[in-house]
């Protein structure tokens, strides 16, 4: 079975559209499916929408959040509830094209565990969207460790292995792009072009983009604490070649008096400080990886010779 995850917030004059159309293309594929929504705290008439769709077909599944939790939020509890085979995810505006499910489903078929849909170039993105876009991915790549190709999004298709170890993760700030980037598996893309949005306006407000694109960066990377260091390194050891500087014109006389004195002081501390600051940022950044509490590893291959493994356990209870 195939799970259909989709997150919907004030979607009211899509909803029913988008389940129009992947309907359609499930039962072209002729695959047995279910699509479970997830109403991130919607104020208009979306739940509505989906309690009317849940009641005439049997295929849907709809869970609605008490509130608004964010996008990320409602695609984690869309595959924590996932019962499929595969998990896709998608957007319910019609910008994640259902009619690229077929070709994800084919790649899994041919054996990869994830398959991410790529976006080659939106309709309707202006020039800052995009060139604020490839920006961020390069600065990401840049420091983090989790590779996060630019035009990714969160429309893909995940292997039932796949999933169970997502749902192993656990923490609280998290951008779905990067943890699935660093968990390995069989990973292979599907390119497409997103259109426009069918109705209605974005749901992603400045202040939410912002968000993500800072826990993109500090949920998946320390660099910018360990740079404090390495900055306090290199001042250490410009000060120090201040302070021999300052020493010479001290012992050939060329100062004011006390301006030696306030100098040297000046490019001590201020590197003590910030290589303090640094070491102090090593620590919060071990305290940080310990609360996140990722799990450890996780095993790629499903005939794992262990009891405990959740592969084994959620093949028994299938
Ligand atoms: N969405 C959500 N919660 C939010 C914001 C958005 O569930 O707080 C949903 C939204 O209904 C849509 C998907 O996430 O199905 C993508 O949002 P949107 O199209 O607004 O983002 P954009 O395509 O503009 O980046
Ligand atoms: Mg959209």
Redo the contacts with the bound molecule.
Sequence with gaps: MISIV??????ED?VVYFHDAVTRVMKDLGMDYEILY?????TDSTEQKLRTLASADPHVRAISFAR????QI??TCGMDFADGDAVIT????M?HPPALIPKLVGKWQEGYDIVQAIRTA?EDAGFVKRVTSSGYYAVINAISDSPVRPGG??FRLMDRKAILTFRRFREHSRFIRGIIGNMGYRQATVEYV?PA?HA?????SMK??LHLAMDGILTNSTVPLRMIFYVGVLSMIFGFLLILYVFGCWVLGHTVPGWATMTILLSLFGSLQLLGLGIVGEYISRIFKEAQNRPLYWIGDDTADDPASPYRQARAGR
């Design positions: 989709t997150p919907v917030y004030n979607e899509n997830i109403n991130d705290g919607s608004n939790f964010g996008h409602a695609i998608m957007d319910g505006d910008q939106t999004s969160d997103a949005r209605g306006v974005s749901k992603f939410k983009m």
